[in-house]
């Protein structure tokens, strides 16, 4: 028997990265997974990996910062699954730019991807937790977010801030509903958003020099979080912000 048994756990970007790492997470405690991403190509490795494991997975593509899509997507699971009971926001963007030179297609897709997406999923998918009798949802932010910051990332630092402030406000209001909203908030992860970064020696040895840990962190170290806030375990936890970063940022 898994932790999540029975459970319906709906991933946002599962396609690929830590996305990906969380969907299987998921999916080895039990949990039938709703994987999304941009398109279908983007979900075959993730859903034949879980069904490859044994476990339940199905592909739901769509764009999680247009409306209508997102709305789509719900219905494709619910049909397919009854209703969602885990939600991770985890479909993200990052564009590199100084301020001066950032386009505004850039910061409006940033915003729309990191901050609106999640905003629709967990207004439409709060109501669904509600009419059964609650659920748990996890933001996928980054310690950019917090005090930490990151240059030239104007537009992905305020995306980020605004979702930890989001997921607060939501903790806040889906109580009354048995609903508990976290925030996962990793360091430098191995995956395809940090490419540039881990294949320059000079960065990579200025970041290494302030982790306490040593290391970037894996997917896994992501997952295993996003795994226990989802758990009973974590019944009491809601409103938090988690740091994942071998405690490169310490508040
Ligand atoms: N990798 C890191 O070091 C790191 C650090 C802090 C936070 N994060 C956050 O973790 C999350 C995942 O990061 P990753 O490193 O796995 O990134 P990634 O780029 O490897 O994967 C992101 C996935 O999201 C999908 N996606 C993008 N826009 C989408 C949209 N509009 N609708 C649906 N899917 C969409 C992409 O197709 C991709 O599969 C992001 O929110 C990111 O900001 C990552």
């Keep these: 028997m898994g932790e999540l048994d029975g459970k319906v756990a709906l991933i946002t970007g599962a396609g690929r990265g830590i996305g ?3 969907a299987l997470a998921l999916a080895v405690e039990g949990a039938q997974v709703a994987a999304n991403d941009l398109t279908p190509v983007n979900l075959d490795e993730t859903v034949a990996a879980i069904q490859s494991a044994g476990g339940a997975a199905a592909s739901f593509p769509a764009d999680v ?5 997102v709305q789509a997507m719900l219905e494709a699971v619910a049909e397919a699954y009854g209703g969602v009971d885990i939600l991770v926001n985890n479909a993200g963007v990052e564009p590199h730019a100084q301020l001066m030179d950032l386009g505004e297609w850039d910061w409006d897709r940033t915003l729309a991807v990191n901050l609106k997406g999640p905003f629709l999923l967990m207004q439409s998918v709060g109501r669904i937790m509600a ?15 917090r005090a930490h910051g990151l240059k030239d990332r104007s537009a992905y630092v305020a995306s980020k801030m605004g979702l930890i402030g989001l997921t607060r406000e939501a903790a806040r209001e889906l109580a009354a509903y048995n609903i508990r909203v976290n925030a996962v908030c990793p360091g430098v992860i191995a995956t395809e958003m940090t490419a540039g970064l881990r294949k320059d020696p000079e960065m990579m040895a200025r970041w290494l020099a302030d982790i ?6 894996e997917v896994s170290d992501v997952a295993d979080v996003v795994v226990f806030l989802c758990s009973s375990a974590a019944a009491y936890i809601t409103g938090q912000a988690i740091n994942v970063d071998g405690g490169k940022v310490m508040s």
């Design 65 to 69: 910062a247009n409306k209508i899509a």
């Design 131 to 145: 009419a059964r009798g609650g659920g748990v949802i996890v933001n996928i932010a980054s310690i950019a977010g």
């Design 212 to 217: 306490p840990s040593g290391r970037l962190g």
């Design 20 to 22: 990906r790492a969380i």
